[in-house]
């Protein structure tokens, strides 16, 4: 017979991690734009809620910015990301990446700092 232990932490496997909501993810992404317009280019959720969520928007210069939701764990297409997160990758006008970082991350609370 096993007793829980105050204080005592499950293994982290057997925790269950905060699974951020679209609107939630959606108004991250409102503030990163500051606002401006952006377009959805990539939605994918599985049975635990949003694994991956995609946007773009057009810069002045003829490039593109896009931020990118991926939430920690394996993914059914055999995808897997280490950490629930948010990128940025800078387009220039040709269409080729020229940089880009973590811009939030999401620890397994929920909670949101930057990246």
């Not at 991690?17 to 409102?30: D, G, H, R, S, Y």
């Not at 377009?39 to 635990?48: G, H, N, P, W």
């Amino acid at each position: 017979m096993s007793a829980e232990r105050p204080g005592h932490e499950p293994p982290k496997e057997t925790r269950e991690l905060a699974i951020p909501t679209e609107a939630e993810v959606m108004a991250l992404f409102c503030e990163l734009t500051e606002g401006k317009e952006f377009t959805v280019t990539r939605r994918m959720e599985d049975e635990k809620g949003l694994y991956l969520l995609e946007v773009e928007l057009s810069n002045a210069d003829g490039g593109k910015t896009e931020y990118l939701y991926m939430r920690k764990g394996q993914y059914a297409e055999g995808g897997s990301a280490k950490e629930t997160a948010i990128h940025v990758v800078f387009y220039d006008s040709d269409g080729m990446p020229y940089g880009g970082e973590s811009v939030k991350k999401c620890d397994e609370k929920g909670n949101w700092r930057d990246g």
